[in-house]
């Protein structure tokens, strides 16, 4: 499985707690400028004790405090400990629960069981005990525990994709990814997806065999072999427990009194119920608290009853919020929903709506609650994601690419709601824009297979949408048909984008149809072909003073040119024209296709060292840029110019993590990286025994080893 970086590990445990980096600041001693420099990889690593200060103002401990530690120093860590941190961290202690999570994991012991599905009414904590089983049963699973939120997850094929980005690998690439690995999947809100689930889950488990599933749905599934396990409502002590603890969280003082029981007993021991009356109690004594639960404790009493007390502003507001899918920023909600911050300040009061570091959500069962009061989809979500998705277009060639990744992913559930609804409405210019925009963020992310089929559904929708927006979904289209391998669409796509932007008029879409076209020539091998495109495409930009696409065709060019002795020394000049010109655009990710260009140019000449130092760079570059496809690409480049250099056993051993890199992102190398990659294969096949043995041991070690042997 992929490892987090400590950059990404401190991250994501801030905002699991709901910190800002002034407030962890705060807490730990440690300043604010140091946990953003690490947040944002300047130091890969942390000092011993700032590491402490960091895990005790976290509150870690345990298995997770281990990994924290550890992945500070830099150090490789167990798979298995890897394996935890890839699940939500809950804010509070689970309370009542022992005896559910025991005889969850006990049943995932067993060799007969490898799917359990816990179902429960809306509300009743199936998610929790999910967690927290799953976090101990991590040691059983050393090749990763991986867990999916299918809320929004509308299709088998989306919840596919899900499954996909939690186990960090493309959505193609999944199976694959599973197959031969002893790893647990946990698939939380399934009750929708039920009657598919021989598609989803029947279909991973028969296909992987080391594959156990756990699952939570509302709904039994109809898979034969599964086993289910209800979980019930607390009894009348811990759900007293649970409701001191979330009283006792804004009022540390207070304490239960007898009432409290009786409470807890008309809400039916709901551990969302417990939480919902808990927010309360900053009004009202505990009697006067039942005393308006009236009759019936049941949880649609307890939402309705809450519902009630709102003012008219956050009424109003509570329904406006089931436009959002997977939650909402705060730009978002103030633009979407035109609200006032104490109506949003009102809800998050009464445990309505909850936040999540920077985003608000809302628990499942108030959404489906909120939808019953009308709601949903509408055109101003739509208006403000395509404006959003057309800022990360940009922004993702640019110093801020990492950051716009992260938001594009958290948003991504809004992103497809605002696509579904386009697609509904039959609104071609809007779902062309959108999903023209997104074609980067599928690529680096890896969802191929869905950007193309909502670009397919968005292109085959009737009326004129622009030539130039047409032409920009067109080329989004192309561009993740060749990164699939479906070269004759892609061919197809890029003319047809081409013919549009001829027709738009506009010069800078036919200079870039002419590079794809390029690329395209380029992966079958025809490199003169390809650099006469590209001559063509680099001189309409150098026109438009076009600079992120001007070094964009120098790396390219200086690929075509390559292969020919007698362009070499173009070639090279190219590339140090490239490097230099996505350096000063501050774009990591170009820059490393750049540098690795060079890099293979300098093992043409024979320089081998000067490369081999050129493809670390690259890898380098890659990584901070989490840019894992090119990462394999620098690893094989790497192994080539070791190779050249009279080394065996390393050069193999990073052609097989290349290979399980591949595996896992569902790239395919094409005509032109075969180019220096065959000769390499069998160079060391023909020298090295053992090619094999160092082959597998490349394939099956984490991307942290293959970083640090390269360093």
């Given at each position: 499985?992929?490892?987090?970086?400590?950059?990404?590990?401190?991250?994501?445990?801030?905002?699991?707690?709901?910190?800002?980096?002034?407030?962890?600041?705060?807490?730990?001693?440690?300043?604010?400028?140091?946990?953003?420099?690490?947040?944002?990889?300047?130091?890969?690593?942390?000092?011993?004790?700032?590491?402490?200060?960091?895990?005790?103002?976290?509150?870690?401990?345990?298995?997770?405090?281990?990994?924290?530690?550890?992945?500070?120093?830099?150090?490789?860590?167990?798979?298995?400990?890897?394996?935890?941190?890839?699940?939500?961290?809950?804010?509070?202690?689970?309370?009542?629960?022992?005896?559910?999570?025991?005889?969850?994991?006990?049943?995932?012991?067993?060799?007969?069981?490898?799917?359990?599905?816990?179902?429960?009414?809306?509300?009743?904590?199936?998610?929790?005990?999910?967690?927290?089983?799953?976090?101990?049963?991590?040691?059983?699973?050393?090749?990763?525990?991986?867990?999916?939120?299918?809320?929004?997850?509308?299709?088998?094929?989306?919840?596919?994709?899900?499954?996909?980005?939690?186990?960090?690998?493309?959505?193609?690439?999944?199976?694959?990814?599973?197959?031969?690995?002893?790893?647990?999947?946990?698939?939380?809100?399934?009750?929708?997806?039920?009657?598919?689930?021989?598609?989803?889950?029947?279909?991973?488990?028969?296909?992987?065999?080391?594959?156990?599933?756990?699952?939570?749905?509302?709904?039994?599934?109809?898979?034969?072999?599964?086993?289910?396990?209800?979980?019930?409502?607390?009894?009348?002590?811990?759900?007293?427990?649970?409701?001191?603890?979330?009283?006792?969280?804004?009022?540390?003082?207070?304490?239960?009194?007898?009432?409290?029981?009786?409470i807890c007993a008309r809400l039916d021991g709901l551990p969302l119920a417990l939480e919902l009356a808990a927010a309360r109690m900053k009004l009202l004594s505990p009697q006067q608290l039942l005393d308006r639960l009236g009759l019936g404790g049941e949880l649609r009493a307890t939402l309705d009853w809450s519902y009630g007390l709102l003012d008219e502003g956050a009424r109003t507001l509570f329904a406006r919020l089931t436009v959002f899918s997977g939650g909402w920023t705060l730009e978002a909600v103030e633009e979407i929903c035109e609200c006032r911050l104490d109506d949003l300040a009102t809800l998050v009061d009464n445990s309505l709506v909850h936040r999540s570091g920077d985003r608000f959500v809302f628990l499942e069962t108030v959404r489906q609650y909120a939808l019953s009061l009308g709601g949903g989809p509408d055109s101003r979500h739509l208006d403000f994601f395509v404006a959003f998705a057309s800022a990360a277009d940009r922004a993702l060639v640019g110093p801020d690419q990492r950051r716009w990744l992260d938001l594009l992913t958290a948003d991504q559930d809004n992103l497809r709601r605002a696509i579904e609804y386009a697609l509904s409405i039959g609104d071609a210019v809007r779902a062309q824009q959108l999903t023209g925009a997104l074609w980067r963020f599928w690529e680096m992310r890896g969802h191929l297979a869905e950007g193309r089929d909502w670009l397919a559904r968005a292109l085959a929708l009737p009326g004129d949408s622009p030539p130039l927006v047409r032409g920009l979904a067109f080329k989004a289209a192309g561009n993740l048909a060749r990164d699939h391998g479906d070269v004759k669409a892609a061919r197809a796509l890029h003319t047809r984008g081409m013919e549009l932007f001829e027709a738009a008029g506009h010069q800078a879409g036919v200079a870039i149809a002419l590079n794809n076209l390029g690329n395209i020539l380029l992966d079958e091998g025809d490199h003169a072909a390809a650099a006469g495109l590209y001559e063509r495409s680099l001189e309409r930009f150098r026109s438009l003073e076009d600079g992120p696409n001007i070094a964009l065709l120098l790396n390219n060019l200086a690929l075509a040119l390559r292969k020919t002795p007698s362009t070499l020394v173009r070639a090279a000049g190219l590339a140090r024209e490239s490097v230099v010109a996505f350096g000063a655009l501050r774009d990591a990710r170009g820059e490393a296709r750049a540098v690795e260009t060079l890099a293979r140019i300098l093992d043409h000449t024979g320089d081998h060292r000067a490369g081999a130092d050129l493809h670390r760079r690259a890898v380098s570059l890659r990584h901070a840029a989490g840019d894992l496809g090119g990462l394999a690409r620098s690893f094989e480049g790497l192994a080539h110019a070791l190779a050249a250099l009279g080394e065996c056993e390393r050069p193999v051993w990073l052609l097989g993590h290349a290979a399980a890199i591949r595996a896992t992102t569902g790239d395919h190398r094409n005509a032109d990286d075969e180019f220096e990659w065959q000769t390499t294969v069998e160079d060391l096949r023909g020298r090295l025994p053992s090619y094999d043995h160092h082959w597998t041991a490349g394939h099956t070690a984490p991307t942290t080893e293959a970083l640090k042997s390269v360093a």
């Open positions: 499985m992929a490892e987090e970086s400590f950059a990404q590990l401190l991250r994501r445990l801030r905002i699991s707690v709901g910190l800002t980096q002034e407030e962890l600041a705060h807490r730990s001693t440690v300043s604010t400028r140091s946990i953003s420099d690490l947040e944002r990889a300047i130091y890969r690593t942390a000092r011993k004790e700032t590491a402490r200060l960091l895990a005790d103002a976290l509150e870690l401990s345990g298995t997770t405090r281990e990994l924290f530690e550890t992945t500070a120093r830099g150090k490789a860590t167990d798979p298995a400990l890897s394996a935890v941190l890839s699940l939500p961290v809950p804010l509070t202690p689970l309370i009542g629960r022992e005896s559910e999570i025991a005889t969850v994991c006990s049943l995932l012991q067993r060799q007969d069981v490898r799917l359990l599905t816990l179902t429960g009414l809306g509300g009743v904590g199936k998610t929790r005990v999910c967690l927290a089983a799953a976090q101990r049963l991590s040691p059983d699973f050393p090749d990763g525990v991986y867990f999916a939120d299918l809320t929004a997850a509308s299709t088998p094929e989306l919840a596919l994709s899900a499954i996909a980005q939690a186990a960090g690998v493309r959505d193609d690439g999944l199976t694959d990814h599973l197959r031969g690995r002893q790893s647990l999947l946990v698939a939380d809100n399934f009750e929708h997806l039920a009657e598919r689930a021989p598609e989803i889950v029947g279909g991973l488990l028969a296909d992987c065999p080391a594959l156990t599933c756990l699952v939570t749905s509302r709904r039994t599934l109809p898979l034969r072999g599964g086993h289910e396990m209800v979980i019930r409502p607390l009894p009348v002590d811990p759900a007293v427990a649970m409701f001191t603890q979330c009283v006792q969280s804004y009022w540390r003082e207070w304490t239960p009194t007898d009432v409290v029981a009786e």
